[in-house]
């Protein structure tokens, strides 16, 4: 069975702050990852993809990849308030077709 | 561009009865996702479709469970004699061939509470 683990935290941060989000997951053939956003009654929104090993930067986000370790996570730079959600990660395999599996989400809390 | 659709936004019902869902994905997405979410779970996978064909359901799928996509445009999901535990937030997702490594974009979800 394909697993996807993440923290629940909450974690908290000051604003300014770099937050650290971490994801493992167990299906060593994962071809794609990717880190979704999700405020409180919403729906995911995707923030970044990330396929190959190393690191991707997007704005004040970025996605690392260690597929060696089956580990990916994402830094936010800078964090503000409004940063503040549940994050998950998804993983998507190299078997079947295009489903995701999706870890438990981190909360992140960015306090003023 | 609009975004993926869904509808209705909200539900309540009765246990028993039957509910249903609608997806319209984004207008360019030939592949389709339904997945469930209950509070402080991340998304599970219902089922995927590309075009009009079903390729693939989830275990989680049970008999009561029924989704379709006619013409490959919308897609409506049926929950039948609907029980408590169908209580989710059931999201809709779209993806293109097109898009990198098959992103899926969601909808707003529905919001399904059976009393």
């Known amino acids: 069975q394909k697993e996807v683990e993440q923290n629940s935290g909450p974690l908290s941060v000051p604003e300014g702050a770099i937050a650290s989000l971490n994801c493992t997951y167990s299906?060593?053939?994962?071809?794609?990852f990717f880190w979704y956003r999700q405020y409180s009654g919403k729906s995911p929104e995707l923030i970044m993809s990330?396929?190959?090993?190393g690191d991707k930067e997007d704005g004040r986000f970025t996605a690392q990849l260690n597929k060696a370790s089956q580990y990916v996570s994402l830094l936010i730079r800078d964090s503000q308030p409004s940063d503040s959600a549940t994050y998950l990660c998804?993983?998507?395999?190299?078997?079947?077709?295009?489903?995701?599996?999706f870890g438990k989400g981190t909360m992140l809390l960015v306090s003023p | 561009d609009t975004g993926v659709s869904q509808d209705p936004r909200h539900k309540i019902t009765k246990r028993g009865q039957n509910v249903t869902f609608r997806c319209d994905p984004i207008?360019?997405?030939?592949?389709l996702y339904w997945y469930r979410q209950t509070l402080g779970q991340g998304p599970e996978f219902l089922t995927y479709?590309?075009?009009?064909?079903?390729?693939?359901k989830s275990r989680l799928l049970s008999d009561r469970f029924s989704a379709e996509r006619p013409k490959g445009s919308f897609s409506t999901l049926e929950i039948q004699r609907t029980e408590q535990g169908d209580s989710a937030m059931y999201l809709c997702?779209?993806?293109?061939?097109?898009?990198?490594?098959?992103?899926?974009?969601f909808g707003p979800g529905t919001r399904l509470l059976v009393l």
């Open positions: 997702a779209s993806s293109s061939p097109g898009t990198t490594q098959g992103t899926q974009y």
């Open positions: 207008s360019e997405h030939n592949r």
């Open positions: 998804a993983v998507k395999g190299n078997s079947g077709y295009s489903t995701l599996t």
């Open positions: 990330i396929y190959s090993n």
């Open positions: 299906d060593r053939g994962s071809q794609s």
């Open positions: 479709f590309q075009n009009e064909a079903q390729l693939e």
